[in-house]
């Protein structure tokens, strides 16, 4: 066996202590391999040697189908004398795997029960509203929905529509543009009609919906209205977060800044 091996981190032998030969170390030995569960070195023949020189490499497999090697799939002797970390043997992620599965199902429950308690809140708001305004308002609908029709369209209909409208007891009908506005009107004399007959209007902010001159007229209107008449009440859900107010008409940032509203992802 080799007395020294050449490694340029090590300490100088006391022989050489006053010369610039290269610094060397003691050549050592690592015992039997480290045992890793549910795993073996490629070269099993290995298993029974008893001692392994510096700088020893092993490599490892696992012994168990759809398991992998997390860590290094490796093992090295180090001049210490000890093996270097193990890897671990663990399971693979799959598509087809049981967890896989699992994760996808709590991922959409929780997200159904989101959309649930976001609609529950808003109807049981929308009918204490309701309520307090029975007996001296008599509006042909419960709410205008203003929204940007790009981003919110299919949560509105496949959503916020049935729920109010179909499964709430009592129903609540919302005044929504593409299904209610009437053909061949100006747009702002169907605003307008479209707030005159509601007992509230429901905002859903998104960045279009800023970006949108139609969405802010329909909140300044709105904003208007319920100046006038303290009945008329005004909702806002913040659908994402807005990047920026620098373009938030000065109406509905001060709107924003001193009333409450709520956040989808808390309803």
Same mark, same amino acid.
């Given at each position: 066996?080799?007395?020294?091996?050449?490694?340029?981190?090590?300490?100088?032998?006391?022989?050489?202590?006053?010369?610039?030969?290269?610094?060397?170390?003691?050549?050592?030995?690592?015992?039997?391999?480290?045992?890793?569960?549910?795993?073996?070195?490629?070269?099993?023949? %290995? *298993?029974? &040697?008893?001692?392994?020189? !510096?700088?020893?490499?092993?490599?490892?497999?696992?012994? +168990?189908?759809?398991? $992998?090697?997390?860590?290094?799939?490796?093992?090295?002797?180090?001049?210490?004398?000890?093996?270097?970390?193990?890897?671990?043997?663990?399971?693979?992620?799959?598509?087809?795997?049981?967890?896989?599965?699992?994760?996808?199902?709590?991922?959409?429950?929780?997200?159904?029960?989101?959309?649930?308690?976001?609609?529950?809140?808003?109807?049981?708001? %929308? *009918?204490? &509203?309701?309520?307090?305004? !029975?007996?001296?308002?008599?509006?042909?609908?419960?709410? +205008?929905?203003?929204? $940007?029709?790009?981003?919110?369209?299919?949560?509105?209909?496949?959503?916020?529509?049935?729920?109010?409208?179909?499964?709430?007891?009592?129903?609540?009908?919302?005044?929504?543009?593409?299904?209610?506005?009437?053909?061949?009107?100006?747009?702002?004399?169907?605003?307008?009609?479209?707030?005159?007959?509601?007992?509230?209007?429901?905002?859903?902010?998104?960045?279009?919906?800023?970006?949108?001159?139609?969405?802010?007229?329909?909140?300044?209107?709105?904003?208007?209205?319920?100046?006038?008449?303290?009945?008329?009440?005004?909702?806002?859900?913040?659908?994402?977060?807005?990047?920026?107010?620098?373009?938030?008409?000065?109406?509905?940032?001060?709107?924003?800044?001193?009333?409450?509203?709520?956040?989808?992802?808390?309803?």
């Amino acid at each position: 066996m080799d007395l020294f091996d050449p490694d340029e981190t090590c300490e100088f032998l006391p022989s050489q202590a006053n010369n610039d030969t290269p610094c060397y170390y003691m050549q050592t030995e690592c015992k039997s391999l480290p045992q890793i569960e549910n795993a073996h070195p490629i070269n099993q023949s %290995l *298993e029974g &040697n008893l001692t392994f020189p !510096a700088r020893t490499t092993i490599v490892y497999l696992c012994n +168990i189908e759809k398991h $992998s090697l997390q860590g290094n799939k490796e093992v090295s002797c180090l001049y210490s004398g000890e093996w270097s970390d193990p890897p671990v043997c663990k399971a693979e992620l799959s598509l087809m795997s049981p967890m896989f599965f699992l994760l996808c199902f709590l991922l959409i429950g929780i997200t159904l029960l989101l959309l649930f308690g976001f609609t529950l809140w808003l109807r049981c708001t %929308l *009918e204490q &509203n309701k309520k307090r305004n !029975a007996p001296k308002r008599n509006k042909t609908f419960d709410a +205008i929905v203003s929204c $940007s029709f790009d981003e919110q369209h299919n949560f509105v209909v496949e959503t916020l529509l049935p729920h109010f409208e179909e499964i709430s007891r009592p129903p609540f009908l919302l005044n929504y543009h593409e299904r209610d506005f009437y053909l061949g009107a100006k747009i702002m004399d169907n605003i307008q009609d479209a707030i005159e007959n509601s007992n509230s209007a429901i905002f859903l902010i998104c960045q279009k919906f800023i970006e949108s001159k139609w969405c802010r007229e329909e909140f300044e209107r709105c904003y208007e209205e319920s100046k006038k008449d303290p009945d008329f009440k005004l909702f806002l859900i913040m659908m994402e977060v807005v990047d920026t107010l620098e373009n938030v008409p000065r109406v509905l940032e001060r709107f924003l800044k001193s009333r409450t509203y709520a956040k989808v992802e808390d309803c």
